[in-house]
T-cell receptor, first 116, second 112 residues
């Protein structure tokens, strides 16, 4: 079964450093997403991406965050200057059609980001 | 603003029991609703997707129902097994948006 692949599975970084989280969505999917889950809290939407541009973003997704699809397979989330409160599990997801369509979302296994 | 709530927050049952997990949402203008399973420290596994025009979906021992007008969904798990132990998340997508709004989750423990 097709998977969404995320790397690394765990990243530790110092406050103020830049991090790039990487994702390989399912190959024929068109819509890509990032979500995060702070320990013990709800899964929260960050951003959706379609046709090489952001289609929707939350208030969490401020100027410190950016997304990119640098080639035909990867989808990245960059945090420019990490803060302690950015520590969370970050999930990438993709879907085959608009708004999850008939197939819904497929999520990756996540990258646990720890900012120290 | 859409709010999604799940009750109970935690549930512990002996193996073999049938059980129901509840999800409620405040804005009935949803496009679809999806149930996920999350194992500790792991990603989200999609279980069932219900479009707003549907009343229920079934997959194996799982059955999810949707009552859009009352803002409720239930996930029914038949003949529970220890391998069903996980956190179950409900998420809705509102019409006109692409994001999923997640519930608080129900942590299920099925003991042998």
């Amino acid at each position: 079964e097709p998977e969404v692949t995320q790397t690394p599975s765990h990243q530790v970084t110092q406050m103020g450093q830049e991090v790039i989280l990487r994702c390989v969505p399912i190959s024929n999917h068109l819509y890509f997403y990032w979500y995060r889950q702070i320990l013990g809290q709800k899964v929260e939407f960050l951003v959706s991406f379609y046709n090489n541009e952001i289609s929707e973003k939350s208030e969490i997704f401020d100027d410190q965050f950016s997304v990119e699809r640098p080639d035909g397979s990867n989808f990245t989330l960059k945090i420019r200057s990490t803060k302690l409160e950015d520590s969370a599990m970050y999930f990438c997801a993709s879907s085959g059609g608009n708004r999850g369509s008939v197939y819904g979302y497929t999520f990756g296994s996540g990258t646990r980001l720890t900012v120290v | 603003k859409q709010e999604v709530t799940q009750i109970p927050a935690a549930l512990s049952v002996p193996e073999g029991e049938n059980l129901v997990l509840n999800c409620s949402f405040t804005d009935s203008a949803i496009y679809n609703l999806q149930w996920f399973r999350q194992d500790p420290g792991k990603g989200l596994t999609s279980l069932l997707l219900i479009q707003s025009s549907q009343r229920e979906q079934t997959s194996g021992r799982l059955n999810a129902s949707l009552d859009k007008s009352s803002g409720r969904s239930t996930l029914y798990i038949a003949a529970s097994q220890p391998g069903d132990s996980a956190t179950y998340l409900c998420a809705v997508m509102n019409t006109g948006f692409q994001k999923l709004v997640f519930g608080t989750g129900t942590r299920l423990l099925v003991s042998p």
